[in-house]
């Protein structure tokens, strides 16, 4: 196993999203989200997945299950899957998110959003490769769910992924492989 890359996390944002008529809603968790993401995360070496939604009744249903796995039954029937889900924490907002990132860092947390569509003066996956390089800043992945981040969250993140490129015209992956081909980018050994 990859060692511990302390100054990766991803977050996972329910809110401020869009719908797919482009109105900003909040969208609900989803178990394999938690899951997937989660597995990926530790699998790359990651110690911190951040689940972000204002909502109190997500915020509990995110830790009825990572609890189930995480203590009791499910943490001895799966040990595995309690690793994963215990590097989990779930937040109201992203300024939470950032705060808790921040410790144990004098550098600041750099934002680094990624989405379907181009934006200009995007930054390739190799770049941030680069910059992760330097252990002593810390950089939070955002990923949206419903049909992507606000572009207010574009316009405010230190840092704009260039999308993921496929062959065709389609172009419509779930977060949970865009999370998993981002960070094999990032940290794959290949």
């Not at 921040?102 to 959003?113: A, D, H, L, R, Y």
């Not at 949206?144 to 999308?163: H, N, R, V």
Request: proline share 5%; aromatic share 8%; with cysteine.
């Amino acid at each position: 196993m990859l060692p511990l890359l302390a100054n990766l996390s991803i977050a996972l944002l329910h809110y401020p999203v869009y719908n797919k008529h482009r109105e900003v809603v909040t969208t609900a968790l989803t178990n394999l989200d938690v899951h997937d993401i989660a597995r990926s995360a530790r699998t790359y070496g990651l110690d911190r997945f951040y689940i972000v939604t204002p909502s109190a009744d997500q915020r509990n249903l995110a830790q009825r299950i990572t609890g189930h796995w995480q203590k009791g039954w499910g943490a001895t029937y799966n040990p595995d899957r309690k690793e994963a889900l215990d590097i989990i924490r779930i937040c109201d907002d992203l300024d939470s998110a950032i705060s808790d990132f921040q410790s144990g860092f004098e550098n600041p947390v750099k934002t680094v959003i990624t989405g379907a569509s181009e934006w200009p003066d995007s930054i390739a996956v190799s770049d941030l490769k680069q910059r992760l390089e330097i252990p002593d800043t810390p950089y939070l992945l955002l990923f949206g769910t419903g049909w992507g981040l606000t572009k207010e969250c574009f316009e405010s993140a230190d840092y704009i992924l260039k999308p993921i490129a496929s062959a065709g015209q389609y172009n419509h992956l779930s977060v949970r492989s865009a999370a998993a081909i981002m960070l094999d980018r990032l940290r794959g050994l290949q």
